[in-house]
């Protein structure tokens, strides 16, 4: 059984850091894509980063570029999202998701965790 | 970036009603086209991807098609489980982007 479970998430102040994590199981976890997906407070959905099975490709939205950085360890089958200069925008529950074979559909995802930054 | 223009945003039905929705990309994506399902305070579940394929799982009163840049989803006969938001997504290229959401109701 595919299982991915999220965790770091947290109340943090503006300009600050936190790192999440994803731990997953039920699969190979260095076969597939994974990515980060928000959604703020009674908001749609937003993607955020991607990164390919490798760990050698990334991507991030605008909204996050240069703040935000994906990574993994297939050795310890964790993805793991690092969040620097946090703003309020920033608030919202952060999904991870595992990407199907070949392309970027969604067709796992964890139960989210929520990063709060406010003063 | 590929912007998803879902609509309508909401749509009161009853069980067992055909409801359709629809989500325009604002430019070509071939078939990379999903659908999802979301409940309050739940992960979405993928629904449809490639357009128009069933993800395992799913009843088969779901559907999705395309034309052009228009894609639909249909729920041929609503049952009271699928209240609940829909989401589309581009999977075509990079920033993936969603459609804004419809919200199902109960009429």
């Known amino acids: 059984e595919v299982q991915l479970l999220e965790s770091g998430g947290g109340l943090t102040e503006p300009g600050g850091s936190l790192r999440l994590s994803c731990a997953a199981s039920?699969?190979?976890?260095?076969?597939?894509?994974m990515s980060w997906v928000r959604q703020a407070p009674g908001r749609g959905l937003e993607w955020v980063s991607a990164?390919?099975?490798?760990?050698?490709?990334?991507n991030h939205a605008d909204s996050v570029k240069g703040r935000f950085t994906i990574s993994r360890d297939n050795s310890k089958n964790t993805l793991y999202l690092q969040m620097n200069s946090l703003r309020a925008e920033d608030t919202a529950v952060y999904y991870c998701?595992?990407?199907?074979?070949?392309?970027?559909?969604?067709?796992?995802w964890g139960q989210g965790t929520l990063v709060t930054v406010s003063s | 970036d590929i912007q998803m223009t879902q609509s309508p945003s909401s749509v009161s039905a009853s069980v067992g009603d055909r409801v359709t929705i629809t989500c325009r990309a604002s430019?070509?994506?071939?078939?990379?086209l999903a659908w999802y399902q979301q409940k309050p305070g739940k992960a979405p579940k993928l629904l449809i991807y490639?357009?128009?394929s069933l993800q395992g799982g799913v009843p088969s009163r779901f559907s999705g098609s395309r034309s052009g840049t228009d894609f639909t989803l249909t729920v041929s006969s609503l049952q009271p489980e699928d209240f609940a938001t829909y989401y589309c997504?581009?999977?075509?290229?990079?920033?993936?982007?969603f459609g804004q959401g419809t919200r199902l109701e109960i009429k």
């Open positions: 998701a595992k990407a199907v074979t070949g392309n970027y559909y969604f067709d796992y």
């Open positions: 039920g699969f190979t976890f260095s076969s597939y894509a």
């Open positions: 990164i390919s099975g490798s760990g050698d490709y990334t």
């Open positions: 430019q070509g994506i071939g078939n990379w």
């Open positions: 490639a357009a128009s």
């Open positions: 997504q581009q999977a075509n290229s990079f920033p993936i982007t």
